[in-house]
């Protein structure tokens, strides 16, 4: 089966063996993605910021491969603060108010960087 992968051409793909997102088949999986743009966190301190950064960059992964948000079948989104859900989920909804894929909203320790409020991973079905 052919195998499509998107990278960012962040250093970190190579060193940890990793990319973006991978399309096997119709099945597209986007890895655990964070406001972070040339190192630095966009958004600081803003959790709504945040995720609608995150999600406009899983979208630009998504078209890569061949698919968009409506062929998103669940998201997972890990917060530092849950609550601050409604934050997070004002901008999910925005980007998914009419899809409305499987969610999952979980509150973790920590993120790799101390500002990053949230990571969000997608599964979807190309067409």
């Avoid at 995720?51 to 998103?72: P, S």
């Avoid at 609550?83 to 509150?107: C, N, Y």
Wanted: hydrophobic share 40%; with cysteine; net charge negative.
């Amino acid at each position: 089966m052919e195998r499509k992968q998107v990278f960012t051409g962040s250093p970190w793909e190579s060193t940890v063996g990793y990319c973006r997102a991978i399309r096997v088949g119709t099945r597209i999986e986007v890895a655990g993605t964070t406001a972070m743009k040339d190192g630095e966190v966009v958004g600081k301190g803003d959790p709504y910021g945040q995720t609608r950064y995150i999600l406009e960059i899983i979208e630009k992964a998504l078209g890569e491969l061949g698919a968009g948000l409506a062929n998103v079948v669940r998201t997972r989104m890990f917060v530092t603060d849950i609550s601050k859900w409604e934050e997070f989920g004002k901008a999910h909804g925005e980007f998914f108010k009419d899809i409305q894929p499987v969610a999952t909203m979980v509150e973790v320790q920590a993120l790799i960087d101390p500002d990053l409020l949230i990571e969000i991973e997608v599964e979807a079905i190309a067409p």
